[in-house]
């Protein structure tokens, strides 16, 4: 079965900084991998995927995220922080031949000016 | 862009009634997810739904939930007998297969206190 641990609930980065949103599957197969956003009292939005075509995947609003099997980890980074940025980062994988997503626990983003 | 919808986006109902949430997926999608997120929590699958049947489902979505698709736009979600536990926000969402794999595609969420 397939997990995901996202290192950090909370991260809080000046604007202009760097962001690195940490998040380690486990799957016994290549996995599919996902960075979901929630903004507050809104749902869901898909910020990128990772389906075996390129290690490197760039997202919306300035995210990519790196896949690296050696390390079982699918990071999230973002050059430089915006306000805007601030919600709540969900990480997810769906494993070979099932259609349900199983989230992390989300990583809380804060965007100090 | 084509969105999921959700309604309602706040239901409140007594412990013990039964309730319906409802969702339009993206028109042209064609398989269709329940998930939960109870405050504070992650967010869970419930189930999943492909051509009019049930393709997966959890160990959460046990016999006092049931969904359907009634005509050819809503997809339902029905709890017969709420529980206190049930006080989550309910996401729906929906996929079409493509060359460049599936993705899910969430609406806004209803949000469901049961007293």
């Known amino acids: 079965a397939q997990s995901v641990t996202q290192l950090g609930s909370h991260v809080s980065v000046s604007e202009g900084a760097l962001v690195l949103l940490r998040c380690n599957y486990s799957?016994?197969?290549?996995?599919?991998l996902f960075w979901y956003v929630q903004y507050p009292n809104q749902g869901l939005q898909l910020l990128l995927k990772?389906?075996?075509?390129?290690?490197l995947v760039k997202g919306i609003n300035g995210f990519e995220a790196e896949f690296k099997k050696s390390e079982t980890s699918f990071h999230l980074t973002k050059p430089s922080a915006h306000m805007s940025d601030a919600a709540e980062y969900f990480c997810?994988?769906?494993?070979?031949?099932?259609?349900?997503?199983?989230f992390g626990s989300g990583t809380r983003l804060q965007v100090q000016p | 862009e084509p969105e999921v919808t959700q309604t309602p986006s706040h239901q409140v109902t007594q412990m013990g009634q039964e309730v319906i949430l409802r969702c339009v997926p993206i028109?042209?999608?064609?398989?269709f997810y329940w998930y939960r997120q109870i405050l504070g929590q992650k967010v869970e699958f419930l189930v999943s739904?492909?051509?009019?049947?049930?393709?997966?489902k959890s160990e959460i979505f046990d016999d006092q939930f049931s969904v359907e698709r009634p005509d050819g736009s809503n997809f339902t979600l029905k709890i017969r007998s709420t529980k206190l536990e049930d006080s989550a926000m309910y996401f729906c969402?929906?996929?079409?297969?493509?060359?460049?794999?599936?993705?899910?595609?969430f609406g806004p969420g209803t949000r469901l206190l049961v007293l």
């Open positions: 969402a929906s996929s079409v297969a493509t060359s460049e794999g599936e993705t899910q595609y």
């Open positions: 799957s016994s197969v290549p996995p599919y």
């Open positions: 990772y389906t075996s075509a390129a290690t």
């Open positions: 997810a994988v769906r494993g070979e031949g099932r259609r349900a997503l199983t």
């Open positions: 028109s042209n999608h064609l398989y």
């Open positions: 739904f492909y051509n009019n049947e049930i393709s997966e």
